[in-house]
């Protein structure tokens, strides 16, 4: 089974950064595409970044290029999500996710009914 902890949000002054991690396990990830999306409160759940886990391929969301660093760390089996420049709008529960079986890296990756498995959600606080 596969499971997905994620840690290292908290609340931090905007401008300042932070990097979130989705510590994965229960399966080879060989063939996963692993994503982050986040949902703020009264909002709908939103994509934010996928990278495949193979070929470290990413692909983001245009609200957060330039700002948001995706990457994955083979030998720990954890995806993390570098957040620099942080906004109050980016305040939001943080999730990570895993899809078995998209091929592909790019807009299509945004639905969130392709990834199978989830974590629980780390919680970003950005203070103005």
């Known amino acids: 089974q596969v499971q997905l902890v994620e840690s290292g949000g908290g609340l931090v002054q905007a401008g300042g950064s932070l990097r979130l991690s989705c510590a994965a396990s229960g399966r080879t990830f060989s063939t996963y595409t692993m994503g982050w999306f986040r949902q703020a409160p009264g909002k709908e759940r939103e994509f934010v970044a996928a990278i495949r886990w193979s070929s470290g391929s990413t692909y983001y969301a245009d609200s957060v290029k330039g700002r948001f660093t995706i990457s994955r760390d083979k030998g720990n089996n954890t995806v993390h999500l570098q957040i620099d420049s942080l906004k109050p709008e980016d305040t939001a529960v943080y999730y990570c996710?895993?899809?078995?079986?998209?091929?592909?890296?790019?807009?299509?990756?945004?639905?969130?009914?392709?990834?199978?498995?989830w974590g629980q959600g780390t919680q970003v606080t950005v203070s103005s």
């Open positions: 996710a895993a899809d078995p079986y998209s091929p592909y890296i790019d807009s299509r990756l945004r639905q969130a009914p392709l990834y199978d498995y």
